[in-house]
């Protein structure tokens, strides 16, 4: 896989341009063989050739589909939206090309970021799913097409197919990315973000963003481990990873109170509810939205604007909750995913593990658990409070350079 810092220093040394980079990048996105791309820029070469001096000059990116690329089509992933170019860039993917990154092109991803992403195969094993509805980004890290991938998490849409595909991702603090440029399917929870092939990839890209650099994380960290209602849909080689590092760390143990179990129902509620507002312009084209969109519309159509205001009251109260037990530790530890990626046939893997932290808008990361081979991996999500988020990528790094459990893989660049 592709590593930002390892980019980055061979334009520095002068061992690549970033205009080579890009090129090389474009020939990789047109061999793919696990559905991760929508349209290619076949300009991203030329583009790259005039920000060599920049700090991200060399590195290569794909945006998921729901994000405007100038000169390219925005589909999110639907049938029904228009398809002609783009005139300009969504403010996230200027902001990228002006720190000297290569938008090589689009990933896929499903109608509306709602349900399976059609084609979409795991790179690792393509019998495999590679999740979704960042599936596309998740493939172009994993496959080694770009180093670095503009994701969104509504609900697991960044943690899960990172996790399945063996590589890290991160999903920031609600609201601390720009959206424009970007259409609104739930705006209550929709959240951009990253994907790449490790946290340290991860960290000097938001370091750079910003413009600031990590402090040393903490050589005992405090952290909680949180099991959470949905604990025991998950296999028992993550359960035991995941209470075996818990231990190696010298965690305690985070319950969450049972007034929270609805927290499930209440994403499911905004989600849909939100989602038919936002297409509602579209409706005249019903018939073409997949068969997931309709139904989603429907569920929110038919939910009465009581239980939508239960749910958002709900979600507030989670979320007082959640920051208030994040500050006192320095990161809680939890899956990713109820195990790795299941096969194609039996979908597209559950986001719950997720549900959560994403409904508390804090930041979380997904790094990869130690497999054996022939298995597919598991993923370690780390959980920090609200506006922590360079930490929580300081700290999956160290973890993954000096793994505290034999359960963390270790990061293995190349």
């Known amino acids: 896989m592709l590593r930002v810092d390892q980019q980055r220093e061979a334009v520095r040394t002068g061992a690549a341009t970033a205009a080579s980079l890009a090129y090389d990048a474009l020939q990789r996105a047109r061999a793919d063989a696990y559905g991760a791309w929508v349209s290619l820029d076949d300009n991203a070469a030329e583009l790259a050739a005039q920000r060599d001096r920049q700090p991200l000059a060399g590195v290569t990116v794909g945006v998921k589909d729901l994000f405007s690329v100038a000169g390219l089509p925005r589909l999110a992933g639907s049938r029904v939206t228009p398809n002609g170019p783009s005139d300009r860039d969504a403010e996230l993917v200027a902001r990228l090309r002006g720190l000297g990154a290569a938008v090589v092109g689009t990933t896929s991803m499903p109608e509306f970021a709602f349900g399976p992403t059609p084609g979409a195969r795991n790179p ?35 943690i899960r197919p990172s996790a399945f595909c063996g590589v890290a991702g991160f999903k920031p603090t609600q609201g601390t990315m720009p959206t424009d440029g970007m259409p609104p399917m739930v705006p209550t929870l929709d959240q951009p973000g990253f994907i790449a092939a490790d946290a340290g990839s991860l960290l000097s ?53 049972a007034e929270f179990d609805d927290a499930w129902g209440w994403t499911m509620t905004i989600i849909t509810v939100e989602l038919a507002r936002n297409v509602a312009g579209l409706a005249d084209r019903f018939e073409d ?44 530890v939890t899956p990713a995913a109820p195990g790795p990626a299941p096969l194609l046939e039996q979908g597209s893997g559950s986001p719950d593990l997720c549900t959560l932290w994403s409904l508390a808008g ?15 991996p598991r993923g370690l999500q780390i959980v920090a409070a609200a506006g922590r988020d360079l930490d929580l990528l300081a700290l999956a790094r160290h973890w993954q350079q000096d793994p505290i459990s034999h359960h963390i893989a270790p990061d293995a660049a190349e």
């Open 124 to 158: 690792l094993d393509p019998r495999h799913t590679p999740g979704s509805s960042s599936a596309g980004s998740a493939i172009a890290v994993a496959a080694g097409q770009v180093a670095v991938a503009v994701a969104t998490q509504t609900n697991g849409s960044i």
């Open 205 to 257: 890209l938001w370091s750079l963003w910003h413009d600031v650099e990590a402090d040393t994380p903490p050589a005992r960290p405090a952290i909680a481990l949180v099991r959470s209602r949905r604990w025991d849909a998950c296999d028992a080689v993550t359960r035991t990873a995941l209470e075996e590092i818990s231990q190696a760390a010298g965690g305690t143990e985070l319950e969450i109170p």
């Open 289 to 332: 939205f997949s068969a997931p969109i309709q139904e989603a519309i429907r569920t929110g159509e038919a939910t009465s604007p009581t239980t939508y205001a239960d749910a958002l009251a709900g979600r507030e109260a989670w979320q007082a909750w959640a920051q208030s037990h994040l500050d006192g530790v320095d990161v809680i």
């Open 362 to 376: 804090v930041p979380s990361v997904t790094i990869p658990l130690r497999h054996r081979d022939g298995e597919l």
